[in-house]
């Protein structure tokens, strides 16, 4: 077992371990009366930060009431922070997403949002970071220590896991306190969330094996797509990020849609496409798509709840899990594919990251392309 399968299969734990303190972070944090001033809510960060904004969108928005954007930290800081609607003080809040808190990108957004009047919140495991120490709030997500990935760099999956808890049991917060739900209503979703566990766990013990075979099948696969909408998009881009970073093979996280216009007139007919989904919003476009991909003779692979049987007929393999809430469901449609990118690094014998290797590392001031050491705007000009 390498250290990203160990991550995967220690996430019920971890939920378990963290719930109650991030529970606690997030009635700390936001207080009533900046959540009664909120208007808007803006989330921002870089690589699976970003993706975390993407799957948690929608939780937002159902719970809160209030328009979230999602946006990359770039995008954010340089093109969309000093157009933010002016309307008052503690109108905009701006959470910006960092795990080690050292991400250039990121702490520019933030610097962005503040001096553009939002509110801005830091949501890092490093309080003591530049990006902890940038915010007006800190939200401290501290990853607890895992011995088997101590010396050895490996795709985040805990990580990701626990910043998309925190901005959930955030969502549940600000939802009670604005009175979009009640509190009987808040602790049931909480409850709800705090019970994934052992969804979870029994996700991994039913698709493991197959999910190995999978990867032993597809070993001379040398592209992978992966498809999903509303929190399943940014499901999608989170696994085509843990394929890269596991083995280094071309990935692509697409929209459902957005694939039926792009992806759909690709001439490798057989090139492995995941379909992720919750089978609910969605449902409808994604069955017209699945069939769509199976015509053309996509080899389709399918995430979804096991009460998808129609779609579940009509894919090659299917990875499935138990229906749970869609603002909930890329915490557990996120497993099979972090287990199908650490199994297919394992059996092709790929390090983690290329070992940094190949001009990826520090050596000339490069390391992973200057995330860290970015130049950042010191003001904003519209």
């Known amino acids: 077992m390498n250290s990203m399968v160990a991550q995967v299969y220690s996430i019920p734990e971890l939920l378990a371990e963290t719930f109650q303190t991030l529970d606690e972070a997030a009635r700390k944090n936001l207080h009533p009366a900046l959540i009664l001033s909120l208007k808007r809510i803006y989330i921002t960060g870089c690589g699976d930060s970003h993706h975390a904004g993407l799957t948690t969108q929608l939780a937002f928005e159902k719970l809160t009431g209030l328009p979230t954007i ?3 930290a770039l995008d954010f800081a340089r093109y ?3 157009f933010m609607p002016k309307t008052g003080p503690n109108t905009n809040l701006v959470i910006g997403i960092s795990v080690s808190g050292s991400v250039a990108r990121t702490y520019e957004a933030i610097i962005m949002g503040k001096t553009s009047g ?4 830091s949501l890092t495991a490093a309080a003591e970071s530049r990006v902890g120490g940038c915010g007006d709030i800190l939200f401290h997500v501290p990853n607890p220590p895992f011995s088997i990935l101590e010396g050895e760099a490996s795709p985040g999956v805990r990580s990701f896991f626990l910043n998309q808890v925190a901005l959930l049991l955030m969502a549940i917060r600000i939802g009670e306190v604005r009175g979009r739900i009640t509190t009987p209503e808040a602790n049931g979703y909480r409850k709800e969330l705090q019970g994934l566990g052992s969804v979870i766990e029994e996700t991994i013990q039913k698709n493991a094996d197959i999910i190995q075979k999978f990867a032993q099948e597809t070993r001379s696969a040398d592209k992978f797509v992966f ?3 509303g929190p399943n998009y940014g ?3 989170f696994s085509a990020a843990k394929v890269l970073e596991a083995s280094g ?3 692509l996280g697409q929209d459902t849609e957005e694939w039926a216009h792009l992806q759909y007139f690709a001439k ?3 090139t492995p496409t995941f379909f992720i989904t919750a089978a609910d919003r969605d449902l409808s476009r994604m069955d017209e798509v699945v069939t769509a991909a199976q015509q053309i003779g996509r080899q389709v692979i399918l995430i979804a709840p096991e009460t998808a049987k129609t779609l579940i007929d009509k894919s090659h393999f299917a990875f ?6 869609e603002m909930y469901s890329a915490l557990v449609t996120q497993v099979p594919t972090e287990l199908f990118a650490a199994y297919r690094a394992g059996i092709l014998e790929e390090p983690f990251f290329r070992n940094f290797g190949g001009g990826r590392n520090v050596e000339g001031g490069g390391g992973i392309s200057r995330i860290q050491t970015s130049d950042c705007w010191e003001s904003w000009k519209v």
């Open 70 to 72: 999602v946006n990359t």
């Open 80 to 82: 969309k922070a000093g």
């Open 118 to 121: 939002a509110t801005t919140l």
């Open 227 to 229: 498809v999903g909408g």
């Open 235 to 237: 499901c999608a881009l």
């Open 249 to 251: 093979d071309s990935a």
């Open 268 to 270: 490798t007919k057989r």
């Open 320 to 325: 499935t899990f138990l229906p749970v809430s």
